[in-house]
């Protein structure tokens, strides 16, 4: 989706007509049915003004083609402005970051600077070349257009508020000011002059259309880039916050590995947010650029199990020096229970994913150790917490905020907390990951519209939704369905699924759950004969994910209901509730009210491209359908 396109010339009538952020405006106002603050029209304003001055030489042809805010498929961010035409023989676009800044300070991290935003406040943001350069790798990797029609793809940042200072253009930074050339307050001519080397010819927007319309290639999954990550390939470039964060978190492991002071660092994120990413990309060049001993940590052995299955099957002596043979590589993804008698500071770095799900106790009876977080911190130098406290599914689950910062307190350790915002699940939507939360009356967000952004659909039968289902993981095995735990699982100790768990009758429609012989049902050739439930694919994600939404949650009364007495007796995620309310009925409703939400938002969440539901509460299914047309008017 672009916000504004046009030819050069009509983009210099627009901007002299004083009316340019109103005609940006109106497409936020039809188009996406919302509205936008005064700042944001004078960012649109004042982009116009800048960009006029430079676009108005006439030796750039009248034809070439102008967009602004290029949003780039399957993630949040948008490209500033964007000049298509020809140079030669190929397609070219010049991508240009934009900024109004006019002082910064140097950052100790690669590719990060220092800006005041607010409140006279400095915050470490990428810098604007590594962002321009990073988000044209991003579309590169994306766009199959870029090929087919031979577009060369040219990246800048311009500063037109800013004087050189030694700063913004120091050394420090030349590696991405090479890939991505630096215009200052001073350097109008001199971004005239690279326009004009890439584009000699006007292509009547055609490339806006290319790069719009093109097919989207398969997105890269973490899962299957692994063993290309610890060969040195960089698989997944960091983008705007996950750069930050990412950088923050090598720094801390690295000083606590030179001083021995313990460090914890907190990364809260929602579904999408690039936690795994970031903690994986850490993992390996802790393991094998920093030669640090690191480890990644989960609760739930799904995303473990299933990284360690794809490296196993093509890993090489050689690749990470401190391990010998494969099982020596398995060393390096733990289970959060394997610290209970962990020596202090026998690691330099643990990283933990999901760490909501963390638990006191450990051990299949939860009578072992003592606070999983606490021998987590004692066992390594730093720690690196991955959170969102909105996908705790279980009464044990424990991991906080509060509970975190509480034990590097105990251990006098210097803590920092900090966000992933950007999103590159679900398409990039965050509309949609706000709409979830509205309709699921977790919080009360802006209804955003979403239809550009992601298929979400609700389907009225469940053998219409498996046939959707399968036929989408036909295309490379990324596509399951997943259902919240209304079913007892009866096939635990069988290794075939013909004997059925899910039954709905009227529906002649039967299933059985993930069964019990593996633990890489995310990936396993034949798992899209079985249902996932949270614990097979919490912490991993899928192109397409079907939902099937059982009894525990129903519509009555104007109001999302849950009920914990609808889920399946096999269930040990509410473990304790009914001790509960024996003694609290408001007390133990509210608390399996948010695990039962929390489950359905995790499990509608795991889907990259989309999401496809089916509620067994009519009232349910009816209540999604409306909030749909609400969202799409």
């Not at 097979?536 to 994910?545: K, M, N, T």
Request: aromatic letters at 12%; one cysteine or more; hydrophobic letters at 35%.
């Amino acid at each position: 989706m672009i916000i504004y396109k046009n030819t050069k010339q009509g983009f210099l009538n627009d901007v002299f007509s004083n009316n340019f952020d109103v005609i940006i405006y109106k497409f936020f106002q039809n188009k996406l049915n919302r509205s936008v603050g005064i700042s944001e029209r004078r960012s649109w304003k004042d982009t116009g003004e800048y960009m006029y001055k430079i676009l108005v030489d006439s030796s750039i042809p009248n034809n070439v083609g102008v967009a602004i805010e290029y949003l780039i498929p399957g993630t949040s961010k948008r490209v500033d402005f964007m000049i298509t035409g020809k140079n030669e023989n190929n397609n070219s676009i010049v991508l240009i970051e934009l900024k109004q800044w006019s002082s910064s300070e140097l950052s100790d991290s690669d590719g990060v600077i220092k800006v005041k935003f607010q409140k006279d406040r400095l915050v470490e943001t990428p810098h604007p070349c590594y962002q321009v350069w990073s988000y044209t790798t991003l579309l590169e990797n994306l766009n199959s257009n870029i090929d087919s029609q031979s577009i060369k793809l040219e990246p800048c940042a311009y500063l037109h508020n800013y004087d050189s200072d030694n700063i913004i253009d120091n050394v420090f930074y030349n590696n991405y000011i090479q890939k991505a050339p630096l215009f200052l307050k001073s350097d109008a001519l001199k971004l005239q002059n690279f326009i004009k080397q890439y584009i000699k010819q006007g292509d009547d927007c055609k490339s806006i259309l290319y790069i719009e319309n093109g097919k989207i290639k398969p997105s890269k999954n973490l899962q299957d880039s692994l063993y290309n990550m610890i060969n040195g390939n960089k698989e997944f470039v960091m983008i705007d916050d996950q750069k930050i964060v990412y950088e923050k978190a090598l720094k801390m492991a690295t000083d606590s590995s030179i001083d021995n002071k313990k460090r914890v660092l907190i990364v809260n994120g929602g579904p999408g947010s690039g936690k795994s990413v970031v903690a994986i990309n850490l993992l390996v060049d802790l393991i094998v650029n920093k030669k640090l001993l690191a480890s990644y940590v989960t609760k739930n052995s799904a995303p473990k199990e299933v990284f360690f299955s794809k490296l196993k099957n093509n890993i090489k002596e050689s690749l990470i020096s401190k391990a010998s043979n494969i099982d020596d590589v398995k060393y390096f993804f733990k289970g959060s229970g394997d610290f209970i008698s962990a020596e202090s500071n026998i690691f330099d770095a643990l990283i933990v994913d999901e760490a909501h799900r963390l638990t006191e106790k450990s051990g299949l009876f939860k009578n072992k150790g003592e606070n999983q977080v606490k021998e987590i911190i004692k066992a390594s130098k730093f720690s690196v917490f991955f959170i969102d406290e909105n996908q705790q599914v279980t009464l044990q689950d424990i991991g906080s905020n509060s509970v975190i910062r509480n034990y590097a307190k105990q251990f006098d350790a210097i803590t920092e907390e900090v966000e992933l915002k950007s999103q590159f699940r679900c398409n990039g939507s965050d509309s949609y990951l706000l709409w979830l939360d509205d309709v699921l009356e977790i919080r009360e967000t802006a209804n955003f519209n979403y239809k550009y952004d992601y298929d979400f659909q609700v389907i009225d039968d469940p053998n219409l939704l498996k046939d959707i289902i399968f036929k989408k993981n036909l295309e490379n095995n990324k596509s399951r369905l997943v259902a919240g735990y209304c079913w007892d699982w009866i096939s635990n100790t069988r290794n075939n699924s013909d004997c059925y768990d899910i039954v709905i009758p009227e529906y002649n429609f039967s299933m059985s759950w993930n069964l019990a012989n593996t633990k890489t049902w995310a990936i396993d050739k034949n798992s899209i004969n079985e249902i996932g439930c949270i614990h097979a694919c919490q912490g991993l994600e899928f192109d397409y994910v079907g939902v099937i939404i059982g009894l525990d949650m129903r519509y009555e009364n104007g109001r999302i209901i849950t009920d914990f007495t609808k889920r399946a007796s096999t269930d040990r995620s509410l473990s304790g509730i009914k001790k509960i309310y024996k003694s609290d009925q408001n007390k133990a409703n509210k608390i399996a009210d948010k695990i039962i939400k929390n489950t359905y938002r995790t499990l509608m969440t795991r889907g990259m491209r989309g999401c496809y539901i089916f509620c067994l509460d009519k009232n349910l299914q009816e209540y999604f359908k409306k909030r749909i047309n609400d969202a799409n008017i």
